[in-house]
């Protein structure tokens, strides 16, 4: 049965900064391409950051733009874990993060996901 564990969601004060993190289970994790997405209230689910599964180039990163300069996402396969390190959060980076992963190459959709994990909240006041 394959899951995933978002943790180290909490609230922060605006400038602050938090690490999210995505424990996998059940499946061959360093085959899949892991995405973070985010949900605010009233919004719908947007891409945040992807890495690639590993290969002979190593992992492959993107970030949305809201992301860029500031969050950085990294995966320890030994571990079983990716990471989201969120810097100068805002206001707006408000939101339930979810992490999910998929066979093949980064997605920016999150149809194209096999797997998701339940979500963690992130709160970032001003």
């Known amino acids: 049965q394959v899951q995933l564990a978002e943790s180290g969601g909490g609230s922060v004060q605006a400038g602050g900064s938090l690490r999210l993190s995505c424990a996998a289970s059940?499946?061959?994790?360093?085959?899949?391409?892991v995405g973070w997405f985010r949900q605010a209230p009233g919004k719908e689910r947007e891409f945040v950051a992807a890495?690639?599964?590993?290969?002979?180039?190593?992992?492959?990163?993107n970030y949305a733009d809201s992301a860029k300069g500031r969050f950085t996402i990294s995966r320890d396969n030994a571990k079983n874990t990716v990471y989201l390190q969120m810097n100068s959060l805002k206001p707006e980076d408000t939101a339930v993060y979810y992490c999910?992963?998929?066979?093949?190459?980064?997605?920016?959709?999150?149809?194209?996901?096999?797997?998701w994990g339940q979500g963690t909240q992130v709160t970032v006041s001003s």
């Open positions: 999910a992963a998929r066979k093949g190459g980064i997605g920016f959709v999150s149809m194209v996901y096999e797997y």
């Open positions: 059940g499946l061959t994790f360093s085959s899949y391409a």
């Open positions: 890495i690639t599964s590993i290969n002979w180039a190593g992992s492959l990163t």
